[in-house]
């Protein structure tokens, strides 16, 4: 994906709408950070099952790691540690753990995913074209709207000008029909350089056949660069390894 900033770039335009790459024209700003925390809350609703709320408490390393830890009622029930070629996952209610690559998190959200899309569903980031792509760039008012195909999926997103920031991430399988949502809302300055960040995420997925599933995680600590961060992570013994 390059580098996580992405800066604003001005563009000019001779009637209300009009495409171009969006390597040239799209206006969106990313977080800037080296380790970045956040604590939070998610609730999650599994095809029409409401699960308990959980508090989630996510470490990033920029662009590197991403570990995420998940509790209920005080107690850890899952722990993740995703890098840019790797994701483990640890159940600690199943006694069960996961140590492989991305088909994990790809049967789960029903779509592929990669590292930079996981980043950036978790923080609100703009994702640029895969190198061989051909984006392109709509531009409506105050929003711009940009597309490209990355393998079988179509990945859209559209940025409010104002703001400079991705409100709406859409990712559709054509070869599955399945898609994922994810709208980026409450947007907040974070010190120390006042860097808009979305505090709610609202995730959607749906099937192309079975019903839908969400998670929306609202953010309610976010801190940027206040220290250096530690991402542990053991499997104990007598934990049996998920395929």
Known sequence: MGSCARKAVPTTSK???????AADVARATNVDFRYLSAKGKAQIDQEGNKLPTANITLRVRKDSII???VSVAGFEGARAYITRDSVRVLNKLQREYYAGDFAYLSQRLNVPVTFDQVQAILLGNYLLAPAGATPTVTTEGNNQRVQFQQASLLVEQLIN???QKVQKLNVRDSQSQNNVTVDFNDFRPVAPSNQLFAYNVVLQIQQAQGPASSATITYRNVDVDKERLAFPFSVPSGYARKK
């Open 15 to 21: 009637g209300p709408t009009t495409s171009a790459p």
């Open 67 to 69: 570990w995420l830890s």
């Open 161 to 163: 000008l104002g703001q």
